[in-house]
């Protein structure tokens, strides 16, 4: 594992809390294939940037052995301007998926649903859809999509 400054970093946790850190990974050192072991399959997933250098992404390949996703999700950002959080993300298929939560939390332990969109069911074309969060909280806060 790499040290890390406080600015841009991932951190990985097994499970759907931040309660059991596998790893901190930052500068150019790409993490290893990680598995879960926690009993529900799930690893979660922090990403933390003080936003202070514009470059192009990266990418994060995640598979499973349990058996496909409804969704392949292409895309998931966030990002306030006005007053309010935008939340967008892009699939490239679903597969007899009835909606989509959004989630929202300031601690990344407790989340609040907020949102329910609902799914188109079964395709295979790429689709996007949008939320506007009218009403942020003060501070930093997180989005998930589930």
Partial sequence: ???CFKWDYLEVYHGE???SLIGRYCGTTLPPVINSTDP???L????SSDFSINRSGFIISIQTQSGPLPIELISFTAEY???YVEVDWTVAS????????IERST????WDEIE???????HNHHISYNYSDTRPLTGVSYYRLK
């Avoid at 679903?94 to 939560?101: H, K, L």
């Avoid at 601690?107 to 407790?110: A, E, G, R, V």
């Fill in 1 to 3: 594992m790499e040290y």
């Fill in 17 to 19: 809390t931040l309660d």
């Fill in 40 to 42: 529900s399959g799930a």
């Fill in 44 to 47: 979660t997933l922090l990403w």
């Fill in 81 to 83: 301007s006005g007053g």
């Fill in 94 to 101: 679903e597969s007899n998926n009835n909606y989509f939560t």
């Fill in 107 to 110: 601690d990344c332990y407790s």
């Fill in 116 to 122: 329910r969109i609902e799914g188109l069911g079964t």
